[in-house]
């Protein structure tokens, strides 16, 4: 096995599970060996075997087998309207490109492949039908891990998958039920769901679906690869485009153009990969449609009454980042929660690593988070960032009151933390505080208005304070209806 030293692996049936992985299912050498052995022992335990010839011998001849090993080896982290720049590209680039090119009564076809626990496709329907696509519109969704697929059908989502600065998107069609959210059945059943291994050479294919797409996500997934299997998938890819279609991969992926005849079209997040037709312009060349509106400058609403002083918001001061927690930065951005949180585990003198930890922790068992969260804020009782995911953390698990002591804890500790009032305006709406919620909301988008529009928000995941101000002002104006309702 390329890169890993063989003292690194318990037992050499490791290597060779990990070899026949990699020659099965293009898998690149495990990251983190502990982490690897431990979920070859699960699959083997499920399995009911403890030898490894034998178990070796089912994965060769068992595809299911296999499959139920590939889930330990990767990581479904994923959630609604994840990385949103991809999603407004969708809405106001590839959306009116194909619907110049292919008229208004053209069916289009998306397909997320590698949708993990279905929070990437949803997303894309919702984005279809607020579009007006509800009857044109046919989504695909593959995953090799059959109990993602089975999650995702069944649609039922927590705080968690909620997290994304545009999940407000999904809202409207979500029914709370007790700590959950249950996806109704009018965007569920727009989305048609799948076994596909993306190594495997059975695809493109007609009796799947997996044909003609005007828009493949295959976001997150390529990173699990090595570089042969990439060069198989890209072409498979490409050539499951229809002409004129779009491909989106995640911001970590590895580059597909030098391996599939794809124009790329460079934006200011990262690439897009395009199938051009042939004798069509390149897409740079072409008629391009007006560009995503740039954030509105929000106007600076009145000092509003019992909200803290603000001071002008500066980025949080960054701590000299230790060894290792640029590993655990990546690690977490992947989805390697095992990883970030071990990388990240190893500086608990470090409040930014600590907060890391909780965040790679609350994927697997949020409610271990949370008690790591309190020991963490022990050691760093004036460390903003713990607060606020505490707060973060207790709202997913419906523990409002104290969601709201711990938001509010974060806020004095930084009046001008823009996304802490955010966090603070959704707890008390949801506790039935409408007007609290609305005074909440408000001096989060005025803090935002105080930052030029396109600067990053501090523990704001990348979010920019022109978007985020927008956020705000969208879920105050909604209260204020309500309030204008109830009153008429
Ligand atoms: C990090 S998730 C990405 C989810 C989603 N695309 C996103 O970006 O939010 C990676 C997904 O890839 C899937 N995956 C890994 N290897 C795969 C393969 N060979 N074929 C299909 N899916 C695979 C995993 O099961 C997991 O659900």
Known sequence: MSGDSPQDWRHPGYVAVIDLVAARAGLLPPSCPPAAMEGIDRAMARAG??????????????????????????????YFFRTPEHFRFVRYQVLPDVLRRRGPGHVVRVWSAGCASGEEPYSL????????????????????????????????????????????????????????????????????FGYLNLADDTWPSHTQGLWGMDLIFCRNVLIYFNRPTIE????????????????????????LNTF???????????????????????????????????????PTPPPVASTPPMPSPQPMPESPSPLGLEGAKRALALG????????????????????????????????????????????????????????????????????ERAARQAIYLEPSLAVAHLMLGHILRRQGDTEGARRAFRTAESLCATLAPDTLVPLADGERAGRLAEVAREERTRLEAVREETRE
């Open 49 to 78: 075997l403890s030898d490894f010839p034998t178990y070796l011998a089912r994965l060769e001849a068992e595809p299911a087998m296999l499959d139920d090993l590939l889930v330990e080896l990767t990581i479904g982290e994923t």
């Open 125 to 192: 329907a919702v984005l279809l039908m607020e579009e007006g696509y509800g009857e044109r519109m046919e989504v695909r969704a593959t995953d090799v891990s059959r109990a993602a697929l089975a999650r995702a059908q069944l649609g039922s989502y927590s705080e968690w998958s909620l997290r994304g600065s545009e999940a407000r998107h999904m809202r409207p069609f979500l029914l709370a039920e007790g700590k959950r959210y249950r996806l109704v059945p009018q965007v569920r059943n727009r989305v048609h």
């Open 232 to 255: 198989a998938v890209a072409r498979r890819l490409h050539a499951s485009l229809a002409e004129g279609g779009f491909l989106i991969a995640g911001p970590s992926d590895p580059p």
């Open 260 to 298: 599939a005849p794809f124009e790329t079209i460079l934006t200011d997040w990262g690439l897009v990969y395009h199938r051009t037709a042939p004798g069509q312009a390149p897409w740079a060349h072409s008629v391009r449609h007006a560009p995503p509106p740039a954030p509105r400058p929000v």
């Open 336 to 403: 390697d929660w095992g990883e970030a949180a071990r990388l990240a585990a190893a500086h608990p003198e470090d409040a930014e690593a600590e907060a890391m930890a909780i965040r790679a922790l609350a994927n697997v068992n949020p409610l271990a988070a949370v008690r790591a969260c309190t020991e963490a804020i022990r050691r760093h009782p004036l460390a903003v960032e713990l607060r606020y995911l505490e707060a973060m953390l207790l709202l997913g698990l419906g523990r409002l009151a104290d969601a």
